[in-house]
């Protein structure tokens, strides 16, 4: 009896137990990464269409995710869109209009609502942003600021300085891979801000990409925008002496060879960084952490590759702001949707996912019901913010849907005074060269646009 007694008990004790890991499993909050390319333009990924880029690696996470064909970033900067994405909310609010600027005081990011919930939070790659990664919540950093050379890098490593041998990029995945295995070993989820140099230019304003790289692409195959010709008659005229174009003509553009020959370089990079990922992808596979992990890959703004005759990016047209964005994870579906999606809506879509309420200051929306399929009644339009003076732009408001873009650009940062006005059919009309301001038949858009924009300045003199 007593043998049976004990039996009896010892079964209760094991049942209960693995009861209660059950329970454990379905309430443990999952792991993070987030991937931020740098300068990658929608069609940089072989999954968006590009018959000619190589990206394997990219393409086949891609194959299994919720893909996002009409994300964009709210300000096309590399430091503007990195606090936007961090904060959720526009530079406007969170001081960040400038390259290295910093966050206005009392902003907190992401990484601090994850660490204050119980994440182990680490950060990889660019940082551009003022303040250090360890003052921004991040547990571990391994870092390099702005923009440089791609051999040779000085990098913060912990706290440790000193200049790498190796590709910045490949050094910064490989210790991006050494904190997942070192998180992985711990009962607390994880929080990975991987960001990327490339394809953003070397500090030489070149794509220094391997010469066998190089040597899988033809230049002749390459693409070439139908509108390089542009001759700006029907935009802004201070974008005749814009850096965009004065540096697109040191590149050789409009010359047809010449953007080529550029976009074989710019293609080769991509590739290279597509080898880098690589090894985190393989690095989660092999840990066996896809069924508690999600991973985001997106890019800080799109890139200009001859459009209009332009090259770089911050201007508000379509290469400039559209950027590639998927998500995959646990019981994700893959699929496409054309929700019109910003950067501002990640840090309301990581917290959602690790189980925090969102501040109310927060200006995106989590993407967590869209990514579930669930039905939702989804933004039409959103306002993107050109302020700052990079490159000699003007301050513009632009508002974009999927059927039409609307561009304000302002005399000064004042946004009192309106300059000019473009409205571009997107369906027409996707390379955005022919300006409709004037037209009977756009007049309810340009009208509707207003209102958001005035909207969006009251929301600016707010903050």
């Known amino acids: 009896m007593k043998n049976f007694l004990t039996l009896a008990l010892n079964l209760f004790l094991a049942t209960s137990t693995f009861g209660y890991q059950q329970d454990l499993l379905a309430i443990r909050k999952p792991n993070i990464i987030f991937i931020y390319a740098d300068d990658l333009r929608f069609d940089g990924v072989g999954i968006n269409g590009n018959q000619q ?5 990219l393409d086949r996470l891609a194959s299994k995710s919720v893909r996002f064909n009409q994300a964009n970033v709210v300000f096309s900067l590399c430091s503007p869109s990195r606090a936007s994405l961090l904060t959720g909310r526009y530079g406007s609010a969170n001081g960040v209009l400038e390259l290295g600027s910093d966050l206005n005081a009392g902003e907190r990011t992401i990484a601090q609502y ?23 919540g991040f547990d571990f950093s391994v870092f390099f600021r702005g923009n440089g050379t791609y051999y040779g890098r000085t990098i913060n490593d912990e706290g440790t300085v ?26 607390a989820p994880f929080f990975l801000f991987h960001n990327t140099q490339l394809p953003h230019m070397n500090g030489d304003l070149i794509w220094d990409a391997r010469k066998e790289t190089k040597d899988r692409y033809e230049v002749s195959e390459m693409p070439v925008a139908a509108n390089r010709l542009d001759d700006l008659s029907d935009k802004p005229e201070y974008l005749k002496s814009v850096r965009n174009l004065s540096q697109a003509k040191v590149y050789g553009y409009p010359d047809e060879q010449a953007i080529q020959k550029h976009t074989r370089d710019y293609y080769s990079v991509i590739t290279e960084m597509d080898e880098y990922l690589g090894l985190l992808f393989q690095t989660i596979d092999d840990l066996g952490l896809k069924e ?3 991973v985001f890959f997106m890019s800080d703004n799109g890139w200009m590759l001859g459009d209009h005759g332009f090259t770089s990016k911050v201007l508000p047209y379509r290469p400039s702001t559209r950027v590639p964005l998927f998500v995959i994870g646990p019981n994700i579906q893959p ?4 929700h019109l999606v910003v950067n501002i809506d990640m840090a309301p879509t990581i917290l959602e996912l690790a189980g925090i309420s969102a501040p109310s200051n927060m200006h995106g929306r989590s993407l967590l019901p869209l990514i579930n399929g669930d039905p939702v009644d989804w933004r039409e339009s959103f306002v993107y913010e050109g302020l700052g003076t990079y490159g000699g732009a003007l301050p513009n408001l632009t508002v974009i849907n999927k059927d039409f873009r609307y561009i304000e650009t302002f005399e000064n940062n004042l946004l009192d005074n309106v ?41 600016i003199n707010r903050h």
């Open 53 to 57: 880029i190589l990206t394997p690696m």
């Open 114 to 136: 994850l660490k204050d919930a119980g994440y182990h939070t680490g950060m990889s790659g660019k940082w551009h942003i003022g303040r250090e990664p360890k003052a921004a």
């Open 162 to 187: 000193g200049k790498v041998d190796e590709h910045c990029d490949l050094y910064c995945v490989e210790r991006a891979v050494d904190f997942i295995k070192e998180a992985a070993k711990n009962d």
């Open 292 to 294: 508690n992990t999600y």
């Open 335 to 338: 699929t496409d949707l054309d």
């Open 419 to 459: 300059i000019f006005q473009e409205l571009y059919d997107q369906n027409t009309d996707p390379m955005e060269v022919n300006n409709l301001m004037g037209s009977e038949t756009v007049t309810s858009k340009v009208t509707e646009a207003q209102k958001l924009i005035m909207e969006h300045k009251k929301m």
